[in-house]
């Protein structure tokens, strides 16, 4: 029962390119998060929705285009890769507020290579 | 803006050894993580620290939080082997505009020698 998931694992492709990662969890959280991780481990935070309405949007390039259909799904679209984009891609989700933690848990990961 | 700074960022370790990372934060937190990641790995949760004085146990990690100093503190002690990972602390800023975003250290590479 994975708890945060995401598809594809890995994804190789050329510049220019139109690609999407999709991500979905099942631990009833209200809010979703995708973050990258560079080759040199520093991750940051790129977009945040929350009951499908967009809450964080960082200093991103408008090619990367999130979507949220509904708060157990959110994926990425990436326009016009560019060999910059290489990197890991981590869904999370958690509770936004109320009582607890709002413990971020993460996905798998998706390994993006721009050629 | 809310900076986070681990240190140091790699350590190697003998086994049976006690060691301790470090971090800082630049803004008020209430909330304070300790992640691990192993190699081509998600990120795991090990600890959640919300309160000044705040400390955590789990086997051989203990994690703590100073938020007049705003400084939290991963220590190992006796460290083994299945140690070995990257450790990540993440702080949620107190102001309420911050959301739930997580800012993260760069990370601690851990090796534990023999």
């Known amino acids: 029962d994975t708890a945060v998931s995401q598809t594809p694992k890995y994804l190789v492709t050329q510049m220019g390119n139109d690609k999407s990662i999709k991500c979905e969890q099942n631990?009833?959280?209200?809010?979703m998060y995708w973050y990258k991780q560079d080759s040199k481990k520093f991750l940051k935070i790129m977009f945040s929705?929350?009951?499908?309405?967009?809450?964080i949007n960082e200093t991103v390039p408008n090619r990367f285009s999130p979507k949220s259909p509904d708060k157990a799904h959110l994926n990425l679209h990436i326009n016009s890769l560019e060999l910059g984009d290489s990197a890991v891609y981590f869904c999370?989700?958690?509770?936004?507020?109320?009582?607890?933690?709002?413990?971020?848990?993460f996905g798998p990961g998706t390994r993006l290579t721009v050629l | 803006e809310l900076k986070v700074e681990q240190n140091p960022l790699f350590l190697s370790m003998q086994e049976g050894k006690n060691y301790t990372i470090y971090c800082n934060y630049s803004t008020t937190s209430d909330r304070l993580y300790w992640y691990r990641q192993d190699p081509g790995k998600s990120l795991e949760s090990l600890f959640v620290?919300?309160?000044?004085?705040a400390v955590k146990q789990e086997g051989r990690l203990m994690a703590s939080l100073d938020t007049k100093a705003r400084l939290s503190t991963l220590h190992i002690t006796a460290a083994v082997h299945d140690l070995s990972a990257t450790y990540f602390c993440?702080?949620?800023?107190?102001?309420?505009?911050?959301?739930?975003?997580?800012?993260f250290g760069g990370g601690t590479r851990v090796l534990v020698k023999p």
């Open positions: 999370a989700s958690s509770h936004l507020a109320g009582p607890g933690y709002n413990e971020q848990f």
């Open positions: 631990l009833g959280h209200d809010t």
């Open positions: 929705y929350n009951n499908k309405e967009l809450i």
């Open positions: 993440a702080v949620v800023p107190l102001i309420k505009a911050a959301g739930n975003k997580l800012t």
């Open positions: 620290l919300l309160s000044n004085g």
